[in-house]
C-alpha cells in the first residue's frame, strides 16, 4: 500500500458531479485542483449500509475541508452510471457535493494497494494528499468498520500548521516546540 511519502498516483476517473441531466458526469484527475489539498476517500461499493453513512458525513463536512483550502474525493470501484443511480435513490446522498469517482477498472486502488484481498473491492481507506501531490496521511479500515470524519479534519487541521502536534491535538490549541 502506497503511504505517507509517496507520491498520490496520476489519475483520470469519470465522476459523477450533479443530477442535472446532462450535467450528470466530469473527468476528474490528479490535476484537477492544483495548489489544493486532497482528500481522497474510498468505500467497497454502492448500495451497502456503512457506506452511505460515511458518504454523507463527508458531504457535510465539506464546507470545513474547504475552508481549509482542501477538496474531497470519493471513489469506489462502481460505474459512473451505479454512482449516479444510487445518488439518485438514496435522500443522504442526493446533494453531495463533492465527485463520487468510478474506478472502475481498479487502476486506482490497484495501485494505491487498497483492495480486499478476498472481496476485491476497495478497503475503506482514506488519503490525505498536499498540494504537491504527496500523501501525508494514510487511513484503511476493515470493510465492517466505518471511519471517523472528525479525525480526518483534525489531521488536516494538524498537517498544516507544519508544526509538531500533540495526541488530541485541536485546532487552536498551541502546537509543540521542540528543546
Known amino acids: 500500500m502506497l503511504t505517507v511519502g509517496d ?5 483520470n476517473l469519470k465522476g459523477v458531479v450533479s443530477l442535472e441531466y446532462g ?3 466530469q473527468d476528474v484527475t490528479n490535476r484537477s485542483h492544483p495548489g ?9 461499493m454502492d448500495f451497502t449500509f456503512v457506506c452511505p453513512t460515511e458518504i454523507a458525513e463527508f458531504g457535510h463536512r465539506t464546507a ?21 443511480a444510487w445518488r439518485n435513490s438514496h435522500p443522504a446522498l442526493k446533494e453531495l457535493p463533492f465527485p463520487m469517482l468510478a474506478d472502475t477498472k481498479r487502476e486506482l486502488s490497484t495501485e494505491l ?11 475503506r481507506a482514506t488519503f ?26 483534525r ?25
Open 113 to 123: 494497494g487498497i483492495l480486499h484481498k478476498q472481496d476485491g473491492v476497495p478497503l
Open 64 to 84: 470545513d475541508f474547504r475552508e481549509r483550502g482542501c477538496e474531497v474525493l470519493g471513489a469506489s470501484t462502481d460505474t459512473h452510471w451505479v454512482h449516479l
Open 128 to 153: 490525505i494528499v498536499d498540494p504537491e501531490g504527496i500523501i501525508r496521511w494514510a487511513s484503511v479500515n476493515d470493510l465492517s468498520v466505518g471511519r471517523n470524519v472528525d479525525e480526518v479534519v
Open 23 to 25: 450535467k450528470e458526469f
Open 155 to 179: 489531521v488536516l487541521d494538524a498537517l498544516q500548521t507544519d508544526e509538531l502536534t500533540a495526541c488530541n491535538w485541536q485546532k487552536g490549541q498551541p502546537t509543540l516546540k521542540s528543546a
Open 36 to 44: 489544493k489539498w486532497r482528500v481522497v476517500f474510498f468505500w467497497p
Open 7 to 11: 507520491k498520490f498516483p496520476e489519475f
